[in-house]
């Protein structure tokens, strides 16, 4: 135990000023079990799938223009698609890219209509999506991390958690996808 001890506290020190990792919240994680970005997928490979995009972008190793700007010299970090050209961060894919915008919004009509999350949970993602861009792109790379969904497992509504990750690992691989086509439109 003391083993494990020191290296979960070798690790979280290590790790907490990167900023890099600005969404991972090592303080909440273990190394006794996995992350819950990979519990809530179950056994379904397609979960398992957009689990590791979110996971890219929750780790800031997702092929961000800001991030690619550090390994080619002369490289933009400025957003590829959107006609604003802001910087191509994490937050702008995921929050605020005009290009992206349609699937943004086909994803909130859904979150609205949707019978399979529960009331409280779609209001914890609402009420987020009100509020500053990191703290929005915090419940979209790792809902474990909030207060809300914290109460509420630890009083036994696990279904919170498991409905929280499908939302926001299906908000982060559409937004992939769809930024993934745009560029490959742009460059023909």
Known sequence: MKIQDFWQSHFRKASAPLPSLKYFRPE???LQKPHPIWTTCGNNSYEVAKAVIQAKFLSGRYRSESLTTHFSAGSSP?????????IGSIEH????????????????????????LSNFTKEIIQNYFKKPID??????????TLPEVIFA????????LNEIFRFTR???HAMHRCR????????H
């Open 180 to 187: 993934l086509q745009q560029l490959k439109d742009n460059l």
């Open 93 to 116: 894919i995921l929050t605020i890219c005009s290009s992206l915008l349609p699937v943004r919004s086909q994803h909130l009509k859904h979150l609205t209509e949707s019978r399979n």
């Open 28 to 30: 909440y994680m273990s």
């Open 78 to 86: 400025n957003c590829s698609i959107c006609p604003e050209k802001l």
């Open 153 to 160: 497992v630890q009083n036994g509504e696990t279904n919170v």
């Open 135 to 144: 703290m929005t792109t915090q419940m979209l790379l790792d809902p474990s």
């Open 170 to 172: 299906s908000w982060c």
